[in-house]
């Protein structure tokens, strides 16, 4: 289980530019990572739309921010010329990423059950530690909880 304190799991994936990113490109760097269930849904682009509009805010704070999905590339890109999107949103179609973060779980909708992504954000020191997890994540003021956290 990932907790607080714990080096987190090193990736590689690109965004949907088709430029890789890495964990270890953000040493040195506040990283706020964050893992939403898909493109193009209610409360998926409401908080993609409230990092867009606050993400020069956070770079004055010395916060770099990526998304992740499970959505493609081809969606990525739709995603962010639709919402005209300013950050990078990394592919994760083979789930390696929500599985090492440990977002890939069992939940509930409409009486059915089904494995999905559960809406997370990972704080990440200079040194690659996580620093605080969101678990209760509120769209419409996502950036405001990371500068609550972080500043």
Known sequence: MLA??????????IDQN????QLKDYKGKKLALYFYPKDNTP???VQACN???HY??????GISILGVSIDTAKSHQKFTEKFQLNFPILVDEDHSMVSAYQVWQLKKFMGKE???TVRTTFLINEQGMIEHIINKVKTKDHVQQILALWT
Not at 4 to 13: E, H, S, W
Not at 18 to 21: L, N, T
Not at 56 to 61: I, P
């Open 56 to 61: 020069a805010l956070l770079e004055t704070h």
């Open 43 to 45: 409360g998926c682009t």
């Open 114 to 116: 089904f494995m999905g």
């Open 51 to 53: 990092v867009r509009d």
């Open 18 to 21: 088709g430029i890789s990113h």
């Open 4 to 13: 607080l304190g714990n080096q987190a799991p090193d990736f590689k994936a």
